[in-house]
């Protein structure tokens, strides 16, 4: 029976300053006076479409162009010698065999059939088509076999795939693989930085125009590269300064510009970086870079009002170009008066602002009173359980290696002092090297990649346990003012999303979308309503849907209570469309803004209390109240291990649930690396 397809989207990217000052940069591996490169990349709003799912023994590929022609299936026998040979051939498939080549030397995996339906990318055009694909099929195996690789580490195995291919790829070209966040990429040598830019200020509105011209990355690269690493000619010099320092100070403005939301001042240096192109590249490759198309668009007279600057994209030549806009409507009109007057087709860019989500909070602090006496030897949180990939972990690594998946680069847990050295011990001490020698090799290099962690895990010391608010007021200076994600210790997150989604990203997906506080809820019986927080509010319809949760489970929250009584649940929780019977809950994740220190600040000063304790419901009542509050309903199951129980239906039935859903036998999981960590 063949296995169940999953979805995935992978967008292309652009880079918005600085191309060609990646290869630039990792010149500096032999001359070391070449200044870094620096580049700013963002992905685009089009992309690869496909569906995804295993197979025994090959890697199969069907794709579809932008112009909606199909070609495949391509096959090949997931071999290594096989892999290799079509990677070295070229063309589309091969892209594909170079990533699945390097996944197959370094992991467990059988095979791979992709399905790419719908491609609304531009091949050829700058955008990284080719990049998009590598991207896909890391994902792809990422996903299926649980081999739990960040962002990252999908752009190494991109890149380290694309180049066993004929393709001239640079190392900016993966930075498709982190979607719509722009990101600040320096190169020096072979050490690769990447830096998220934070957004401010009103959207800006691009358009990306395809010039329908031609243009040979081969020859541009080949005359930009002559004088590399050594300039010798007045040309090689001035693409090394034109690369060099020029770029530098260009980026460093640029990034000034887009955390201050200045779109005038942005638009000004793209034009200022096009002049610097024209004179210092144009010389070294006279025949690609004279681009009459691009500099016919760039001094179209019916758009320079709405504008407030152009330039090329990519390598340059007459492939594409980049517009940034005064506003929506002036977006909409340049679309329309390019396609009228040139008859260039025209794409939408449009980046929002608003902070990225990067640190997570673990409350880790309770006193495990359903589990005593066990409890009084071993926290909760480091109960064992088997995860997904076979392997025997505390819980709290299971969540911590969930959230390094989803893109959070922090994890605070709030520990008791006495429970201090147990968690870093777990984080932050080896093990002897003796006990080492004693383990497989693949439990060694698990090791290894465990203390990889210690960078990203960090601990809150809570010296009274004065409830689970007291716990989250805990943490008010080790997230700096920063939105963060809030997930209980004692608890476990299963998907069941077709899309193959992660609860954790299904609740940060919505946060995405919408900007606002986020609950994550489940559906819930009437007679276990009184174990939760329970929440009401209307659905929120025709909300965008943005590879996340669909409009319908998403609902703007009007009432929490927290733990209600039957009657009460009944008179005052009833939610339309729910079935009879059915309430919302809280899951146990939460995206939360730093508003909800001030609230619990309040709420401790006015010695504010339920049942003795500081609570976290009350708060976020309040929050509901002065900044709105998303419910999400997960597509998941949620594990609760706070009584003996409820741990032992954990121990049960946890693994299985993720690996049903992977379609991965328990006693085959593959290794994994916690530095590849994907959520539970």
């Not at 080719?130 to 991207?135: F, P």
């Not at 492939?319 to 390019?338: K, M, P, Y």
């Not at 064992?384 to 025997?392: K, L, S, T």
């Not at 900044?627 to 199951?637: A, I, P, R, T």
Request: overall charge neutral; proline content about 6%; hydrophobic content about 40%.
């Amino acid at each position: 029976m063949a296995a169940e397809w999953t979805r995935l989207f992978v967008p292309g990217r652009v880079c918005l300053f600085g191309e060609h000052s990646d290869w630039a940069g990792g010149f500096r591996r032999f001359n070391s006076a070449i200044p870094v490169g620096q580049t700013i990349v963002v992905g685009t709003n089009q992309g690869l479409h496909a569906k995804v799912r295993k197979h025994s023994n090959k890697l199969i590929i069907t794709s579809t162009t932008s112009d909606g022609d199909r070609h495949g299936p391509f096959s090949v026998p997931m071999r290594k010698k096989d892999l290799l040979r079509a990677a070295r051939e070229g063309g589309f498939f091969s892209y594909a065999a170079g990533v699945a080549y390097k996944l197959m030397i370094d992991h467990q995996v059988a095979g791979l059939e992709i399905d790419n339906f719908e491609t609304d990318l531009p091949h050829g055009k700058g955008l990284s088509s080719s990049a998009a694909v590598c991207v896909l099929v890391a994902r792809a195996f990422s996903v299926l076999y649980h081999l739990k690789m960040t962002v990252r580490g999908e752009m190494e195995y991109a890149y380290q795939g694309e180049i066993l291919t004929p393709s001239k790829c640079g190392r900016m070209d993966q930075g498709c693989a982190y979607g719509s966040r722009p990101i600040l990429m320096t190169y020096d040598g072979e050490f690769l930085d990447v830096e998220e830019l934070q957004l401010s200020g009103p959207p800006l509105h691009y358009v990306l125009v395809d010039l329908r011209g031609t243009k040979s990355t081969t020859e541009i690269l080949r005359g930009l590269q002559e004088g590399f690493p050594t300039p010798t000619t007045a040309t090689h010099h001035g693409v090394h300064e034109l690369l060099g320092q020029i770029n530098l100070d260009i980026a460093k403005k640029a990034c000034e510009a887009f955390r201050a939301g200045d779109a005038a001042r942005l638009g000004a240096l793209m034009t200022e970086a096009q002049a610097h192109f024209d004179r210092l590249a144009c010389p070294a490759c006279p025949s690609q870079l004279t681009m009459p198309l691009l500099h016919t668009l760039l001094a179209l007279p019916s758009i320079q009002p709405l504008i407030f600057g152009g330039k090329g994209v990519g390598s340059q030549g007459d492939g594409t170009a980049q517009l940034l806009c005064r506003d929506a409507t002036s977006q909409a009109a340049v679309i329309a008066a390019i396609e009228k007057e040139l008859g260039m087709p025209c794409l939408q860019l449009t980046l929002t602002s608003g902070p990225q989500v990067r640190n997570a909070l673990i409350t880790a602090a309770g006193a495990g009173a359903g589990n005593f006496p066990a409890s009084k030897a071993v926290k909760p949180e480091l109960f064992p359980i088997i995860d997904v990939d076979g392997r025997a972990k505390p819980v709290v690594l299971v969540h911590v290696e969930a959230l390094l998946a989803a893109g959070i680069t922090d994890v605070h847990i709030v520990v008791q002092p006495e429970d201090l050295p147990s968690f870093e011990r777990l984080f932050k001490k080896p093990v002897a090297a003796a006990n080492l020698a004693r383990l497989p090799a693949p439990l060694q290099e698990y090791e290894r990649s465990l203390m990889d962690l210690a960078d990203h895990v960090h601990f809150i010391v809570q010296d009274r346990q004065e409830g689970f608010g007291d716990a989250v007021w805990c943490a008010r200076h080790a997230l700096q003012g920063q939105p963060f994600v809030l997930v209980l210790g004692e608890h476990l997150y299963s998907s069941t999303a077709p899309s193959g989604l992660s609860c954790l990203r299904q609740v940060l997906a919505a946060y995405q979308i919408s900007r606002q506080n986020v609950l994550g809820l489940q559906r819930t019986p009437l007679d276990h309503v009184s174990r939760f927080g329970t929440v009401t509010g209307v659905w929120r319809r025709n909300a965008p849907n943005d590879s996340g949760p669909n409009p319908e489970d998403l609902l703007d929250i009007s009432r929490i209570v927290e733990k209600p009584t039957r009657d009460q649940a009944s008179e005052q929780l009833v939610t339309d469309g729910l079935g009879a019977g059915e309430f919302l809950t809280m899951f146990g994740i939460y995206v939360l803004s730093p508003k909800v220190f001030d609230i619990l600040g309040a709420h401790i000063a006015g010695n504010l209390r339920v049942n003795g304790m500081f609570q976290l419901t009350p708060a976020l009542d309040q929050l509901r109240k002065d900044e709105g509050l998303l419910g999400c309903v997960v597509k998941g199951q949620r594990f609760d291990i706070r009584d003996p129980s409820s741990y032992l239906q954990a121990l049960r039935e946890y693994p299985q649930a993720g690996c049903a859903l992977l379609n991965v036998p328990l006693s085959n999981a593959p290794p994994s690396s916690p530095r590849r960590a994907s959520d539970s």
